[in-house]
């Protein structure tokens, strides 16, 4: 009798040290391994302005408050209409446009002058043509009106502008799949292009004419060679015939713009640019001439054409491919006048290569 007492004793004894033990496991601390498995709290990585960072809050200093920069932009409440247009193309078109970034463009106002834009821009690299009809279906839904001089087109590429109140964008495109074929027109294979929509606000009429942007700028045009571009009023010497061992041109101020015919002249200017060109991405020893020269590219906002340009100190290079002949820019703050037997310097240009650049337009004839 005492015996079987013991046994029930021990086997009891047993089953509370199981239970005992479990309990203790279950609300004892935990290993590193052990809390790393446990579920993290909705809320729990706020910073210190409590912004939660697990559901893409992030502090916004200009507006004072949380947000999400892919709902909402982070910046002046003046570009929220540009934002806003520019979000509801990028939802419509999932997965083809970037996200916003900041983006200057240039728009004709009435009178045939031109200002400089500081707005917004998405991008789509490698679309199609239904990407962009899918944007430019969005400005025809919503309200907004084409506008006919800012519109131009050309054979590897075009532009449209449109206008809703304050509110104007620019809608680009140019293809990319492309074949030179000699002493024939540039081919374009398929409709594979990058796509970039700009908006922004127009300026005001005190700030339109008083000088601001390129609003005093003069226009070029070239019914010989069918093409026009703006330039700053202080250039000189524009207009004049020049020549080079590629073909004809005109200056410009202090670039010369050479037209390029010749199918065999064509590839030759093609190749010197890229010798430039290529200085960019794989940059000269240190010790070389051309190190000093400290190559860059130029973000040229133009989808109309296609234009390549490197910046280098003292001025550049662009290379402008058209249908039926190429031009080959040379740019350079100094430029050696034949007559005078003498270098000038009309202006240096700075920046304004760029929207030297961004302004030039084929004519529908010539391309």
């Known amino acids: 009798m005492n015996k079987g007492f013991s046994s029930l004793t021990v086997i009891l004894l047993a089953l509370g040290i199981v239970v005992v033990g479990s309990a203790v496991w279950y609300f004892g601390p935990r290993t590193v391994s052990q809390q790393a498995e446990q579920p993290l709290i909705a809320g729990g990585d706020k910073d210190a302005h409590g912004c939660i960072g697990s559901a893409g809050y992030q502090w916004c200093e200009v507006k004072q408050k949380c947000l999400r ?55 789509a690299t490698g679309a199609h043509g239904n990407d962009y009809k899918l944007a430019e279906s969005y400005f025809k839904d919503n309200g907004f009106a084409a506008s006919l001089p800012n519109e131009a087109g050309g054979p590897t590429g075009g532009l ?55 609003s005093d700028w003069k226009t070029y045009t070239s019914t010989q060679f069918g093409f026009s571009l703006r330039y700053p009023p202080t250039f000189t010497h524009v207009g004049e015939s ?30 010197e640019f890229d010798q430039s060109y290529n200085l960019i991405k794989n940059p000269p020893a240190p010790s070389s001439e051309e190190a000093s020269l400290i190559y860059s590219e130029i973000p040229v906002n133009n989808p109309s054409v296609s234009i390549h340009d490197v910046k280098f100190k003292g001025g550049f290079y662009a290379f402008i491919e058209g249908n039926s002949y190429d031009i080959f820019v ?38």
Do not use: H
């Open 330 to 367: 040379d740019g350079d703050s100094y430029t050696f006048d034949s007559k005078a037997n003498n270098y000038f310097n009309t202006r240096p240009l700075g920046n304004d290569e760029i929207t030297l650049l961004s302004t030039f337009r084929f004519s529908s004839s010539a391309q």
């Open 242 to 271: 020049v020549s080079n061992e590629f073909g004809e041109g005109i200056r410009i101020g202090p670039a010369v713009f050479v037209i390029v015919t010749d199918a065999a002249k064509r590839v030759q200017a093609k190749q």
């Open 69 to 123: 920069t892919w709902e909402e932009y982070c910046g002046s409440s003046d570009l929220d209409p540009a934002f806003n247009v520019l979000t509801a193309i990028r939802n419509n078109d999932t997965g083809v446009f970037g996200y916003t970034t900041s983006s200057a463009f240039e728009w004709r106002l009435e009178g045939n002058t031109m200002t400089t834009i500081q707005g917004l821009a998405i991008t």
């Open 160 to 214: 449209q502008g449109y206008q809703k109140g304050n509110v104007v964008c620019v809608l680009g495109f140019a293809y990319t799949d492309l074949a030179r074929v000699p002493n024939a027109p540039i081919q374009v294979n398929s409709d594979m292009q990058n796509i970039t929509v700009s908006c922004g606000n127009l300026p005001t009429q005190s700030s339109s004419t008083s000088g601001i942007g390129i």
